[in-house]
């Protein structure tokens, strides 16, 4: 089973807004990243939160992780028509999963010019 | 540096053939990782390695076989090619494994169709 799930599962905005999406994981983890997938490509890391870490930013984006709730979030300002991609959550669990990063279903970002 | 390689970029097969999926990295790192994505699904992992002579099992590892006998190669071998196992193949390495795990590097993938 996976054990990240973003929501929602497709976002559509205007070049410009801000666009927000989740991922809610089940156990324990280390840590946290995401990751964007342009179509026909793989994937490409964004931004990696420790579990010690509330809050991280990298340029127009901005993460938060709140592991009391099992959630994190994705927050991209002023969108561009450049962000249309689908973004992953990936979350290493502690103990029990061993060396393994399990990714989410993604959300599908579009951003309208 | 090339980062993560992988050959071929397309494939068909017909059930029952097997095949060799090839991915490479030039990066010295240790930990290297097989996932298959399919729609809605996302990436599942298949098979994992934490360094030379060192593979595991990921989430669906049926059907797959893996070695890792250079830090650089990591190749996954598809026994007898099954309709079910069309799919999208990423490779991906990263410096560590978890816990100490950085950002994975993924190839560009490769589009695999069994008829």
């Known amino acids: 089973s996976q054990q990240g799930e973003e929501d929602p599962q497709a976002l559509s905005i205007q070049e410009g807004e801000n666009a927000t999406m989740n991922c809610s994981y089940k156990t324990s983890i280390n840590n946290l990243q995401w990751y964007r997938q342009n179509s026909g490509r793989g994937l490409v890391h964004l931004i990696l939160?420790?579990?010690?870490?509330r809050e991280k930013h990298s340029g127009r984006l901005r993460v938060t992780l709140d592991t009391s709730k099992k959630s994190s979030s994705l927050l991209i300002t002023a969108s561009r028509a450049a962000d249309t991609a689908s973004y992953f959550c990936?979350?290493?669990?502690?103990?029990?999963?061993?060396?393994?990063?399990?990714f989410g279903t993604g959300t599908r970002l579009a951003v309208r010019p | 540096n090339a980062g993560v390689t992988q050959t071929p970029k397309f494939q068909v097969l017909k059930t029952g053939q097997s095949m060799t999926l090839q991915c490479a990295q030039d990066?010295?790192?240790?930990?290297m990782s097989w996932y298959r994505q399919d729609p809605g699904m996302g990436l599942r992992l298949i098979h994992y390695?934490?360094?030379?002579?060192?593979?595991d099992q990921g989430e669906v590892p049926n059907g797959y076989n893996v070695s890792r006998s250079t830090t650089e190669d990591f190749p996954l071998r598809l026994l007898s090619a099954a309709p079910s196992q069309t799919s999208v193949y990423f490779c991906?390495?990263?410096?560590?494994?978890?816990?100490?795990?950085?950002?994975?590097?993924f190839g560009p993938g490769t589009r695999l169709t069994v008829t």
């Open positions: 939160i420790r579990s010690n870490e």
């Open positions: 990066m010295n790192h240790e930990y």
């Open positions: 390695s934490v360094g030379a002579g060192i593979t």
């Open positions: 990936a979350t290493d669990a502690t103990a029990s999963s061993g060396d393994k990063l399990t």
């Open positions: 991906a390495s990263s410096k560590y494994g978890p816990p100490l795990l950085r950002e994975q590097y």
